[in-house]
């Protein structure tokens, strides 16, 4: 069995910074891409940003030069960190990961952590 645990959210003014992890555990033969998603209320959950486990990255244009993805693979873990954060960033924040536990492969989803950047 495989768990995705997130941390690291919570409330932040206008402007101010967040840094969100997500750490894999259990029977994990390899982890290929890590993403991180949101969702905002009464909205679509969407892509924020991916990192393959070369290292490739990419973002939305919302987050482009304000957010950063990163991943330790040693600690199966997977970053964001937030930056200039902006009201409409407010959401619950989920990552997922693309594992691989020597049997099947499968995208496992965290439990959520919410964000909201407020005054």
């Known amino acids: 069995q ?9 409330l932040v003014q206008p402007g101010g910074s967040l840094r969100l992890s ?4 259990g029977r994990i033969f390899i982890i290929y891409n890590m993403d991180w998603f949101r969702q905002a209320p009464g ?5 924020v940003s991916a990192i393959a486990s070369g290292g490739f990255t990419n973002y939305a244009d ?5 957010f ?9 873990t997977v970053y964001l960190q937030m930056n200039s954060l902006k009201a409409e960033d407010t959401a ?3 990552c997922k990961a693309d594992i691989f536990d020597s049997i ?3 995208d496992y989803w965290g439990q959520g952590t919410q964000v909201t950047v407020s005054s």
């Open 43 to 47: 909205k679509q959950r969407e892509l």
């Open 22 to 25: 997500c750490a894999a555990s």
């Open 104 to 106: 099947r492969r499968t």
């Open 92 to 94: 619950v924040y989920y």
């Open 68 to 76: 950063t993805i990163s991943r330790d693979n040693a600690k199966n």
């Open 62 to 66: 919302s987050v482009k030069g304000r």
């Open 2 to 10: 495989v768990q995705l645990v997130e941390s690291g959210g919570g």
